[in-house]
Nanobody, 113 residues
Framework: QVQLVESGGGLVQAGGSLRLSCAASGGTFSRYRMGWFRQAPGKQRELVGTIFNNGLTNLVDSVKERFIISRYNSEQTIYLQMSTLKPEDTAVYYC???????WGQGTQVTVSS
């Protein structure tokens, strides 16, 4: 069974940057499409973006000019590089293997104004 562990969250001022990591274990990582979601307080969990096993990415419009998703199959890890952070980016960020109900525990990102 695949396990996912996120890290890298924290408190940052608006305009700052953070890099989140999601480490996978227990599966054939290189085969998986992977995704990042986030959930702000009082809101539904929403998609941030996905990265396919060939490295192609899709990000939602609200972040695509500011966030980058990358993967390193040798490390079984994906990253979410976040730049020019805004207070509305404050959320718990989760990585997932889409359509498998496999999620990490989440990492908190708080952006202060």
């Amino acid at each position: 069974q695949v396990q996912l562990v996120e890290s890298g969250g924290g408190l940052v001022q608006a305009g700052g940057s953070l890099r989140l990591s999601c480490a996978a274990s227990g599966g054939t990582f290189s085969r998986y499409r992977m995704g990042w979601f986030r959930q702000a307080p009082g809101k539904q969990r929403e998609l941030v973006g996905t990265i396919f096993n060939n490295g192609l990415t899709n990000l939602v419009d609200s972040v695509k000019e500011r966030f980058i998703i990358s993967r390193y199959n040798s490390e079984q890890t994906i990253y979410l590089q976040m730049s020019t952070l805004k207070p509305e980016d404050t959320a718990v960020y989760y990585c997932t293997i889409p359509f498998t109900n496999t999620w990490g525990q989440g990492t908190q990102v708080t952006v202060s104004s």
